[in-house]
């Protein structure tokens, strides 16, 4: 990637692919976390999530063989954290933000205490679809290249739309979240709803971190990730709660996450820790541009605390 | 309902209650046994699941324990190490404490602790020549302002623009180190310093002090001043009580005509600004420079104990004791244990979690809470019959 023939014209590309890149773990955490805010809760254990599901992938598929049944794992270990801030969440004035960043550092800690054998060894990694072998040009190749889990994932977003459009469980989950008294006068079990939304969307963020240790960058080190399971809960504010405006969402953060690689690829190496702040302050600045003191963001369930 | 904020506390209503009831200091001693014995019982069943932890890890767990109480509060010397580990954490704590009185959860005192380093640094460079008082001051000064303005930014957004503080302040936390890292390895680089990239030393003659008799430096004062401060400023002054009425009801404060946003400001930077003062504290103390050994996670530890003392100043202070002891004996499982760094990590996140889920069993014992149901009725029907 360092030579490119492209010149000027190498930023745009390296961009995009960067973008699909990149974009996957933002997706699948963002979906989780849609799921689990639809239920009328906020889960910023997420980001412990996806380093725990980059964790046990790396480590399922090393001691397996299969990369696929890491990914599986993954998702199951992201079933047990979300269904813990679930259970923890569903006594009485235990406060779903504060369990969430107790959450985000048990994840990390235990993470890099149980993955500490597996930074020396290489794994099985999840291979790559080429898109791009029509092309001549290695970096147009190696920009569109993508994984078979990313296309999962965008199958999920339309999956959830429809879910949650569509079916009545979707309608259940969406009862629970604008008015868990209403849902509790129906019969409904609110905590139960959101218990399992919560675990589901556990699943979705620890199935992202699999992508990361898996896929891209495809090693498993205790710098792997950086904050995208707390952008991704961002990020789902931002779709305002729709699956499918999640997918577009990723696909831009992705984008922006590639800002600092995509300039070192044309040359541009400069102020490097700057621009690998453009995500976080990307993020932000979408926050400020979507939120107002005055009334609540569109579309958001009305039993959330996150923008009171 | 399903959610309610960390301050839905009932002290203040059992109080009010029993006052009229007339057993005031019943109530106050059942309160504060609840809030002494709760915490207590937390800290005890997170040692024992992390005692499982290792054991499943395969270490020996009595040992383990010996060698954290040996590396924490076994010597002289080792106590001296969790003194120092304290120090930091007291101020950064705050930073989480304060906005927390207001109903805010923030989570940004890591960002606010490297860039008050970095004011530190540049303003120690700018007085350079100057005695070391006028240095150590305008280090002070100048951190504070940084990490001030930089928490007070966060409350700003919240209240006037509606911007999430917990997600905005853990976004700024990772701009801040980028920030930080950016002008350290660039236009800060000391270029004598090779391996590590560093700012330009501050000089020996301006590094801040040991309290007398003890290797420990004067930030640790900073800290038990601060928190004291803090405890004045919210149980004894207007400010605190204005703020106090925000962080019940944000609502009623508005209609009630306190500058609710003005108020939350202040006390956003006031947070930002003690977290600020820890990173000066450690440049100014421990590393003499600025440079990535000060990112090791004071913020987000401060706020691992802002909620193990229930966000209140006075509480702390042993809790920062606590867990600068647990940091400090990090580095000793290392060795005689062979357990990983992350050991610490570990045990952390199982307190936060033991803890806040502790947070339910309040209220329930009822020898430590007679007062509330009883005494309910009469106090409501009492008013009238005063009138």
Redesign the interface.
């Known amino acids: 990637m360092t030579e490119t023939p492209l010149g000027f014209w190498g930023l745009p590309l390296a961009l995009a692919g960067g973008a699909l890149r990149v974009s996957a773990p933002y997706l699948f955490v963002s979906l989780g976390e849609c799921l689990t805010e639809k239920s009328?809760?906020i889960n910023?254990g997420q980001e412990g999530t996806l380093i725990m599901g980059a964790m046990s992938g790396y480590g399922v598929s090393y001691l397996s063989g299969s990369a696929w049944l890491g990914v599986l794992a993954a998702g199951c270990v992201g079933v047990v954290f979300g269904g813990?801030h679930a259970w923890?969440?569903s006594?009485?004035?235990?406060?779903?933000?504060?369990?969430g960043?107790?959450?985000m550092?048990?994840?990390?800690?235990?993470a890099?205490?149980l993955g500490?054998p597996l930074i020396q060894p290489t794994a099985p990694r999840l291979s790559a679809i080429e898109l791009g072998s029509w092309s001549h040009f290695a970096p147009v190749r190696a920009a569109l290249e993508i994984n078979a889990l990313l296309l999962w994932g965008v199958a999920a977003a339309f999956a959830m739309r429809f879910f949650f459009q569509r079916t009545r469980w979707g309608l259940l989950v969406r009862i629970v979240g604008e008015d868990?008294?209403a849902a509790r006068a129906m019969g409904y079990d609110?905590n139960r709803v959101r218990f399992l939304a919560t675990a589901a969307g556990g699943f979705f963020a620890g199935v992202g971190g699999s992508f990361l240790s898996l896929y891209y960058p495809g090693s498993w080190s205790e710098g792997l990730s950086?904050?995208q399971g707390?952008?991704a809960?961002?990020l789902v504010?931002f779709a305002r709660w729709d699956p499918v405006r999640c997918l577009w969402a990723s696909l831009l953060f992705g984008g922006a996450g590639a800002i600092g690689p995509a300039l070192q690829s044309i040359g541009i190496i400069?102020?490097y820790?700057?621009y690998?702040?453009a995500p976080?302050?990307f993020?932000?600045v979408i926050?400020?541009a979507t939120?107002?003191?005055?009334r609540t963001i569109a579309g958001q369930p009305a039993?959330l605390?996150?923008?009171r | 309902m399903t959610a309610g904020s960390p301050q839905t506390n009932p002290t203040p209503a059992i109080g009010a209650h029993t006052r009229a009831a007339g057993g005031e200091w019943v109530a106050r001693l059942a309160v504060g046994t609840e809030s002494i014995l709760v915490p207590v019982a937390g800290i005890a069943v997170s040692f024992a699941l992390f005692g499982v932890f290792v054991a499943l890890a395969g270490a020996n767990v009595l040992d383990v324990y010996y060698q954290m109480y040996r590396g924490a509060f076994g010597s002289w010397f080792s106590f001296q190490n969790t003194l120092l580990r304290a120090a930091p954490l007291t101020l950064t704590a705050l930073c989480t404490a304060l906005p927390a009185q207001l109903g805010l959860v923030i989570i940004g005192g890591e960002g606010a602790l490297v860039l008050g380093a970095l004011g530190a640094v540049v303003a120690a460079h700018t007085l350079e020549g100057s005695s070391s008082w006028a240095v150590l001051l305008g280090m002070g000064v100048a951190a504070c302002a940084v990490g001030g303005t930089w928490i007070g930014m966060q409350g700003a957004l919240r209240t006037l623009r509606g911007v999430n503080e917990t997600i905005s302040s853990l976004l700024l936390n990772y701009i801040a180190i980028g920030i930080f890292k950016h002008l350290v390895e660039g236009p800060m680089r000391d270029p004598a310093s090779l391996n590590k990239p560093s700012t330009r030393p501050i000089g020996e003659a301006n590094a801040l002090g040991s309290i007398p008799g003890m290797d420990v430096h004067w930030g640790l004062v900073y800290g038990v001043i601060g928190c004291m401060v803090a405890y004045v400023l919210m149980r004894r002054t207007t400010f605190g009580f204005a703020a106090k009425m925000i962080g019940g009801n944000p609502r009623a404060a508005l209609l009630s005509g306190l500058p609710v946003h003005r108020i939350i400001i202040v006390a956003c930077a006031l947070a930002g600004a003690a977290a600020g003062l820890a990173g000066m504290e450690e440049v100014a103390a421990v590393h003499g420079t600025a440079n990535a050994s000060l990112i090791v996670g004071y913020g987000y530890t401060g706020v691992l104990v802002a909620f193990l003392a229930r966000q209140h100043p006075l509480g702390i202070l042993p809790v920062s004791v606590l867990l600068g002891g647990i940091g400090a004996s990090g580095g000793l499982l290392q060795r005689t244990e062979h357990l990983p760094d992350a050991t610490v990590n570990v045990l952390q996140g199982i307190l936060f979690i033991v803890i806040l889920a502790s947070e339910t069993l309040r209220g329930r014992f009822n020898i430590l809470t007679p007062p509330i149901q009883k005494t309910q009725r009469p106090a409501a029907a009492a008013p009238p019959a005063a009138a």
């Open positions: 009328g809760r910023l813990l923890l969440c006594s009485r004035r235990v406060n779903d933000v504060a369990v960043i107790a959450l550092l048990l994840g990390i800690g235990l890099f205490f500490k868990a008294d609110a950086s904050g707390l952008m809960v961002a504010i400069g102020g820790n700057l690998a702040t976080y302050v993020t932000l926050m400020v939120s107002s003191a005055r039993e605390t996150v923008a």
